[in-house]
């Protein structure tokens, strides 16, 4: 099983940028769906973004046009550049791989002034 570990959370401005990591423990060349999640306080997880094998992509609306979903399969790594953060965008961004269905521990944005 793949675990994953996700990295690059941390504390910024509204306006800002952020890039998020997901190191894949092994190859990530024949997982075909990946995504970012994440988890307000008192809210549900919810999907940001997802990738497929093909590289197409997905986008929750309220992300769309700030956020991009990439995969470097040669570094068995998926990232998500934030730009334009906002204070909703604040949460645990959890990254998530579908062939085994298996989730990385999550690592924390806030988005404050």
């Known amino acids: 099983q793949v675990q994953l570990v996700e990295s690059g959370g941390g504390l910024v401005q509204p306006g800002g940028s952020l890039r998020l990591s997901c190191a894949a423990s092994g190859s990530i060349f024949s997982i075909d769906y990946m995504g970012w999640y994440r988890q307000a306080p008192g809210k549900q997880r919810e999907l940001v973004a997802a990738i497929i094998s093909s590289g197409r992509t997905n986008y929750a609306d309220s992300v769309k046009g700030r956020f991009t979903i990439s995969r470097d399969n040669a570094k068995n790594t998926m990232y998500l550049q934030m730009n334009s953060l906002k204070a909703e965008d604040t949460g645990v961004y959890y990254c998530?791989?579908?062939?085994?269905?298996?989730w990385g521990q999550g690592t924390q944005v806030t988005v404050s002034s």
């Open positions: 998530y791989e579908g062939s085994r269905s298996s």
